[in-house]
Each structure stands twice: as C-alpha cells, then as structure tokens.
C-alpha cells in the first residue's frame, strides 16, 4: 500500500511539474508576443434587440503563437499572475481607440481585468490613450466584472473617475457573483451583460427554457428600473434571439450574429 501511494504521490508530482514547466514555457513566450506582434483584437459584433442592427463590437483579445490561436482563457490568468496584464490591457485599449479613431468601429467595448482596475494609475492610462486617440470617449465602453468590486468604496470612486472621462461602464458576467444586487443600486454602470450561464438556457425545451427566460426577464426588468440597458451574451440561436428580443433586452451578442474576428 505504501509503495502505491509512493507511486501516486510521484505521478502526482511528475503531473504538477510538466503543468507548472508548460505554464513556464507559455509565460517566457508571452513576455515576448506582445513585441512579436502575436497578440491580436478581435471584434465580436453586438447588435440592437429590436432589429438587429449593428450596434458596435466587443473587442476580445487572441494570441496566435506559431500558427496556432490560443484562447484568452488560458493565458489571461496568467498575464494576471506575472503583471502582463497591464501592457494587455493597453494593447487592447490602443487597438479599439485606433479602430473608433480610423472611423472603422461606432463603438467599441473593452474587457478590464480586476488587476487592472485596482492598479492606482489606472484612470489615468486610460485617459492618457483617450486624449492621444482623440476619439469621442462616449464611443468606448469599459467592461467590469463583478470581482474588480470587492472593495466598494474603492470601486465606486474608480468608476466614478472613469465616467467622469466621459467613457460607457458596463457590468460583465452579471449574475455569475453573489454581491450583483446589492452593488447594483450604487454604481455608475450604464449596461448589464447578462452572463452567457442564463442565456444557454433560453429556448429549451420543457422547464429549463422556461425558467431560464424568467430569470432573463427578471434582470432586464431590474435593468430598466435603474435605468440600464442589458446586454445578453452567448446568443446562438434564432429561436434565443427573438425570445431575448420579446423579454426586452437592449443588446444581443453571440455566435448567432458573428463569432469574433480580425476586423477586416
Ligand atoms: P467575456 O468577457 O465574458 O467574453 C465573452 C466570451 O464568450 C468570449 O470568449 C466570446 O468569444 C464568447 N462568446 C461570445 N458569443 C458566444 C456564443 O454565442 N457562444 C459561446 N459558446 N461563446 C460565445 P473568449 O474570447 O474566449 O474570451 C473569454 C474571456 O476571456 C472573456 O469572457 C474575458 O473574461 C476574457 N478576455 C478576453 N479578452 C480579454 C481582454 O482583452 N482583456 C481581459 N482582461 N480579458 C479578456
Ligand atoms: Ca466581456
Ligand atoms: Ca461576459
Ligand atoms: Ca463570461
């Protein structure tokens, strides 16, 4: 028995090596992909409920590391853990601003990590890059999941600063974290992202599709009590969007309208 645990212990270990030597690897080749011209914006459109037409983008970052695309969600907690994330999250804001700045984008949305939001200097890199692009702030949209509102005094003095610059705020994930409701009456947010999680729902059969769009109804209704527009995320079907659209969301979003991509 001891020598099994031995051995379990060892593959335990031989596992968590080869993960943490990868994860190595991927963090020294991160450190160069920004300068190597690797990182990548890509552009999700985001459309109006009521008819369908454009209403401006969601910028999503991509890593293309020899030919290969890797996914935001395995490399962006680990720009977190090594503080390239703030050079990301520039990289991100420079490209969205330059794209509303060539007239190419009406409106961009851009994700902020909660590093990024509670680094001191951080209202004012963003003003910095809105005053060299030159660009309508009103045009860029800030997206703050619920974790970078921990501290709420703190937060409602960031995101009454960021507004103040005359940029859009926008709550990411909404529902996905416990505080949502009780931060929600306090914050200077103009947009609610319905979390992809209840949109999946909507449009099943049987009690899940039922109470999937109650649940969506429900925050659109909170929503336009405070006087929010709601985004819905993850939208993929026809059958989601004219449901969506029926409840009264603001935006729709999602592979059934455009998975993101190069602008061009
Ligand atoms: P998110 O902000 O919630 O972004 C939405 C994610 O849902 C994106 O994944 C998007 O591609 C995906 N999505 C959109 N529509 C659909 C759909 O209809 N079906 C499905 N299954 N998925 C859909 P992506 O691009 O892989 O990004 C994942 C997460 O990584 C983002 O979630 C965001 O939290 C983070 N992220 C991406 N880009 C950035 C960035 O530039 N900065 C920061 N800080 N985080 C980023
Ligand atoms: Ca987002
Ligand atoms: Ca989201
Ligand atoms: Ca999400």
Redesign the pocket.
């Known amino acids: 028995r001891a020598k099994r645990a031995g051995l379990g212990w060892a593959f335990f270990n031989a596992l968590h090596d080869s993960r943490s030597a990868s994860d190595l690897e991927l963090l020294s080749a991160l450190h160069h992909a920004g300068e190597r011209g690797e990182l990548l914006?890509?552009f999700?459109p985001v459309v109006h409920a009521n008819d369908y037409s454009p209403a401006g983008c969601?910028?999503?970052?991509?890593w293309q590391r020899s030919g290969q695309l890797i996914?935001?969600?395995d490399f962006?907690p680990l720009a977190e853990r090594s503080g390239q994330?703030h050079q990301?999250?520039e990289f991100?804001l420079r490209a969205a601003t330059r794209e509303i700045q060539r007239g190419r984008l009406r409106r961009v949305a851009?994700?902020?990590?909660p590093l990024?939001f509670d680094q001191p200097g951080y209202v004012q890199r963003v003003s910095d890059i809105l005053n060299e692009s030159g660009i309508d702030p009103d045009r860029l949209v800030l997206?703050i999941?619920e974790s970078s509102l921990l501290d709420a005094d703190r937060s409602r003095a960031v995101l009454r600063d960021l507004r103040a610059l005359g940029v859009q705020l926008a709550l990411?994930?909404f529902g996905t974290g416990y505080s949502s409701l009780s931060a929600l009456s306090s914050l200077p947010v103009q947009h609610l992202?319905i979390?992809?999680s209840f949109v999946q729902g909507v449009g099943q059969d049987g009690e899940t599709g039922v109470r999937s769009l109650e649940v969506v109804r429900a925050i659109v209704t909170l929503g336009r009590a405070l006087g929010l527009n709601t985004v819905a995320?993850?939208?993929?079907t026809p059958m989601q969007a004219a449901l969506l659209r029926e409840v009264g969301c603001t935006y729709l979003?999602?592979?059934?309208f455009g998975?993101?991509a190069p602008l061009a």
């Open positions: 914006a890509y999700q969601e910028a999503l970052v991509r996914s935001p969600a962006i994330i990301l999250g991100m851009v994700n902020v990590s990024e997206e999941t990411d994930d992202k979390d992809r995320e993850g939208v993929e979003q999602g592979f059934h998975r993101p």
